[in-house]
């Protein structure tokens, strides 16, 4: 499908369905294909592994990241922002990608040749481990909101709609972190 291209971007994102947060989007280019640490979906990896698969690949990849805080997902909705951090990432990286491989089924409006493929995280390694660095890199922003924010247990549930980040919600109110478009008060009431 990509053969022949020089600089093939794997890209992924992270938090499309939090109450809270930013949506994180990665590009990774692959210098080298070897990995000793288990690179697979971010979501099929414990905490740990996840990290140490973040370190490997920050030393055998180019890779650009991106960022849309919760004001313009609410603004845009989190569909465009999701692709605006998925072209921030391709943006960030030091090295031109000639070809791109988009996990899901989004396209991306740019020039640059490009394939989505649906569940790309399990099947591409480059996606994979956009997969990694976009969780990862989402994951520590979350921890450090929660120092800010405390209270809500983003160190723990990562924005997303469990019970004891609902009921948190229920006593607290909203955070300035938490997003307004997902009505989160329809989510309270069930």
Do not use: W
């Amino acid at each position: 499908m990509a053969m022949g291209y020089r600089f093939i971007a794997g890209i992924d994102e992270a938090g499309r369905g939090p109450l809270a947060g930013p949506v994180v989007a990665a590009s990774v280019i692959l210098k080298n294909y070897n990995f000793s640490a288990k690179i697979d979906d971010s979501k099929r990896l414990s905490p740990l592994a996840r990290e140490r698969a973040y370190r490997e690949i920050s030393q055998k990849a180019f890779v650009g990241i991106g960022i849309v805080p919760e004001d313009a997902i609410d603004k845009i909705n989190i569909y465009q922002a999701t692709m605006l951090a998925m072209r921030i990432s391709i943006l960030n990286l030091d090295v031109k990608p000639d070809f791109l491989l988009i996990d899901g089924n989004m396209n991306l409006s740019i020039e640059t040749e490009q394939a989505a493929i649906v569940r790309g995280d399990q099947k591409s390694l480059s996606i994979a481990c956009a997969s990694i660095m976009a969780k990862v890199t989402r994951d520590r922003l979350l921890k450090f909101y929660d120092n800010i924010f405390p209270g809500y247990g983003f160190s723990q549930h990562k924005g997303y709609g469990t019970k004891s980040h609902i009921k948190a919600i229920t006593h607290k109110g909203l955070s300035p972190i938490h997003r307004r478009s997902f009505h989160v008060e329809s989510v309270i009431r069930g």
